[in-house]
């Protein structure tokens, strides 16, 4: 496994220089977000694309290991930028990417065939398609989450525990969706709080580290930070990248 950190993490700053921060708090491994509030515009992935490999690739003190797509899946082009993204991560031999689920009361059997589509056209690139485990949408039951996966042939899950988490009574089991996962995005959670101080939370880092050993798990561990008043998201960031590679 090895540690990544999402360029959401630094908002509203230009590619170069999330890629320089992030390696100055010791990161050598970024996810690349794509959205209306992400690092990257969905309008500029076709228009903006050398650029962007060129960005990426005279940045050497860190390696785009992921890209999360964060575009709502009933956006009208949706399809048109999921192929200009997975254009992306082929030149940057970028191999995982994160799509969101349709929303809750979305017919099992319409979504099946869209992520089909999706994978298919993942595939064509070179891509493994992970759909994000969340809160609101198709994939916030564990058990959905195991549907789809045998439903589609090729799909895989990225797991954020934090949506098995908040506003849970318990934390939801999901170990029957690890082997299945591709990608895995972490910050400290609470039942009360999506989003809390590294080490005030509930989730037991350690255990996951151990459940995703046993499943033979290799890739990121991609720490997602937000922005928040009174927080210090660089010491958020240096805090989690140290817990998480004493436990690597």
């Known amino acids: 496994m090895i540690v990544a950190a999402s360029t959401a ?13 992030l390696a100055d708090l010791e990161y050598t491994n970024a996810e690349l977000v794509i959205g209306e509030q992400g690092t990257i515009l969905p309008s500029e ?20 290991v992921a890209i999360f797509l964060d575009v709502d899946p009933t956006t009208p082009n ?12 082929k030149a940057l ?13 979305t017919p099992f059997n319409e979504e ?10 993942a595939m064509s690139c070179g891509v493994v398609l992970g759909v994000l485990t969340e809160n609101g949408r198709l994939t916030e039951s564990p058990d ?13 899950v990225t797991l954020d525990p934090s949506h098995y988490i908040f506003g849970q009574p ?14 895995v995005r972490l910050r400290d959670t609470s039942p009360q709080q999506f989003q809390i101080r590294v080490g005030q939370g509930v989730l037991e880092f350690g255990r996951l580290v151990i459940q995703l050993t046993k499943v033979d798990y290799r890739k990121a561990l991609c720490v997602d930070i937000a922005t928040q008043p009174d927080l210090d998201t660089a010491a958020e960031l240096r805090k989690m990248r140290l817990l998480l590679e004493s436990l690597l």
Request: proline letters at 4%; a positive charge; charged letters at 20%.
């Open 93 to 105: 031999k970028v191999v995982v990417m994160t799509i969101h689920a349709m929303e809750l009361g």
């Open 144 to 156: 959905t989450v195991g549907s789809l996966c045998k439903s589609v042939k090729g799909l895989s």
């Open 112 to 121: 099946v065939e869209r992520l089909r589509q999706l994978v298919r056209l």
């Open 45 to 64: 992935i076709a228009s903006q694309h050398d650029l962007i490999v060129h960005t990426c690739k005279i940045s050497r003190r860190i390696t785009p």
């Open 9 to 21: 993490c630094i908002p509203t700053t230009p590619l170069p220089d999330i890629l320089d921060r």
């Open 170 to 183: 318990k934390m939801r089991d999901f170990d029957a969706i690890l082997g299945s996962v591709c990608h």
């Open 78 to 89: 949706f399809f048109e930028i999921f192929r200009s993204a997975c254009l992306l991560a």
